[in-house]
């Protein structure tokens, strides 16, 4: 059995066309030390984390019609993050399938969490690619379930704005300021863009049809930029 089955076969899942699951295994560092443009996962890594994101809120949404909003949002951004992504892809063993460049292997790149957990989505992404949204949301819903299960009993104790606040005390730097930077549609259907900064830095950002869905996400995502920095 080649390298390829053996994923597919611990995956659960058959390619049609095998060219996408290696791609999604390729480091961007072969291309690099051989100075070529090769394919690597780069853009089935932007794909991924989409189909990740809808995949989630859907899965959430129709599973939980007791959550508002603001617990919907908190929920999942405590599932996607970087350590969710590196432990589904250690269950699934990616990284000894990983395709690297020499220096990153001797790097230790088929344990670096940042490896794994984007291998990870541009293998999500190879999947929409190879079939549909169906398909991967099919072969998704079942790896994200236990992550929800896990969390959405916490979930009303999982603040973002508080946490980043925190953080930001313990690091000696100046409480979290959150700037609208816009704000679209009528007004039954605003959408809302917000920064959140710290002494004239940017954070992160985050978008929702509420101030406070927008705030709770732009937290959420500057503290995965701070624990992953």
């Known amino acids: ?22 791609t999604a295994l390729t480091h961007p560092s072969c291309g690099h030390e051989l100075r070529q443009k090769l394919p690597d996962n780069q853009r089935l890594e932007f794909l991924g984390d989409a189909v990740l ?5 859907r899965q959430l949404y129709r599973q939980l019609p007791n959550f508002d909003e ?15 992504l590196e432990s589904i892809a250690n269950q699934f063993q990616l990284g000894q399938f990983l395709i690297l460049g020499r220096g990153e292997i001797l790097n230790h790149g088929r344990s670096k969490s940042s490896n794994l957990a984007d291998a990870m989505e541009a293998i999500i992404g190879a999947i929409f690619v190879d079939g549909d949204f169906e398909s991967s949301a099919a072969w998704l819903e079942p790896v994200l379930q236990s992550w929800i299960d896990e969390h959405k009993d916490k979930v009303e104790l999982f603040n973002p704005k508080g946490a980043l606040q925190e953080c930001l005390q313990a690091m000696g730097k100046t409480t ?5 930077e816009s704000e679209e549609g009528p007004d039954h259907a ?3 863009r917000v920064i959140v900064m710290s002494e004239g830095a940017e954070l992160g950002r985050g978008s929702g049809s ?4 927008a705030e709770i996400e732009a937290a959420a995502t500057a503290l995965k930029k701070l624990k992953t920095s």
Do not use: C, W
Request: net charge positive; hydrophobic share 35%.
């Open 1 to 22: 059995m080649n390298e390829t089955a053996k994923l597919e076969e611990i995956l659960g899942y058959h390619f049609r066309d095998e060219k996408l699951l290696r």
């Open 53 to 57: 994101q809808l995949v989630l809120t």
């Open 70 to 84: 603001g617990n919907l949002t908190s929920l999942r951004a405590a599932i996607v993050n970087r350590k969710t």
């Open 176 to 180: 979290p300021e959150y700037v609208v």
């Open 190 to 192: 605003k959408h809302y």
């Open 210 to 213: 509420s101030k406070k869905t």
